[in-house]
């Protein structure tokens, strides 16, 4: 196996997705307090100090929250943008170290490659990641606002995805948040709906492609099987019905194996935790 990954939180208390390939081992942010991401990491077999670099996508708290401690306290490198360095205020922190990455950049680890795409969101310098090992690759793309060309392009390349897939549109707008917060994540610099999501799944995976797991869903403004159900039919109307979708639950998910050409599937489908 060449790439496998594993969510380790998921949704707006915090996310953390652990990433193992080509001989190296990366976090995708790090949303969660320290000593709960690194409970999370030993649960999932993984030596917190053994991790290769944290990579955090922006600054929100739930991303970020617990970065600079973890890479303190284990002696992990960051790496980010240079705006979400200077936002999360990582250069205020004694890090072991802090390396700047810009969208359209590969930065590689041993044989694990992690290049950068710029995605439209409402954060200084917000990125999503493509990881590629051998012939494998996986996107991981969480808080964006619309579908930018770029993202497209660079998720149409992979053999798996993690796409967040945030709200039910009615469900948000006869929810409790004020209209401000409302207009904030319909917006073009917001969150994805699961329409959007559907719109992706329709017509934008590659033929390799064989999962999809949906993350970072709103408590408030969906539901699991909204979501579920969304990408079900998006995926039925594009014709693909040989991907898989999984939902991350906010605690996370089992082991996920990606494998070359496209036969990504759950490493052991009793441990992909769906709500
Ligand atoms: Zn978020
Ligand atoms: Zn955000």
Known sequence: ?????????????GNATLVEGGGARVLLDAGLGPRQLAERLVSAGVDPSSLDAVFVSHE?????????????????????????????????????????????????IRRLAVR???VPHDAAAPVAFVLSAGASSLGHATDLGH?????????????AVLVESNYDPAMLRDGPYPWSLKERI???????????VGRLLESGLSDACRLVVLAHLSRRNNHPEL????????????????????LAAPE????????????????????????
Request: net charge positive; aromatic share 6%.
């Open 1 to 13: 196996m060449s790439l496998r990954f594993r969510v380790l939180g998921s949704g707006s208390d």
């Open 60 to 108: 929100h708290g739930d991303h970020a929250r617990g970065a600079a401690a973890f890479a303190v306290k284990w002696g992990v490198p960051l790496a980010g943008t240079r705006g979400t360095l200077l936002a999360a205020g990582f250069a205020k922190a004694k890090l072991p170290g802090f390396e700047p990455v810009a969208p359209g950049e590969t930065r590689t």
């Open 116 to 118: 950068v795409v710029a």
């Open 147 to 159: 579908l930018s060309r770029g993202l497209v392009a660079a998720l149409r390349a992979c053999d």
């Open 186 to 196: 319909l917006g073009p610099l917001g969150h994805l709906s699961n329409g959007d």
């Open 227 to 246: 979501a579920l159900q969304a990408a079900e039919e998006a995926l039925e109307r594009g014709g693909r019905r040989g991907v898989r979708v999984a």
């Open 252 to 275: 996370g998910t089992g082991w996920i194996a990606v494998r070359a050409s496209g036969a990504a599937a759950g490493q052991d489908e009793g441990q992909l935790r769906l709500f």
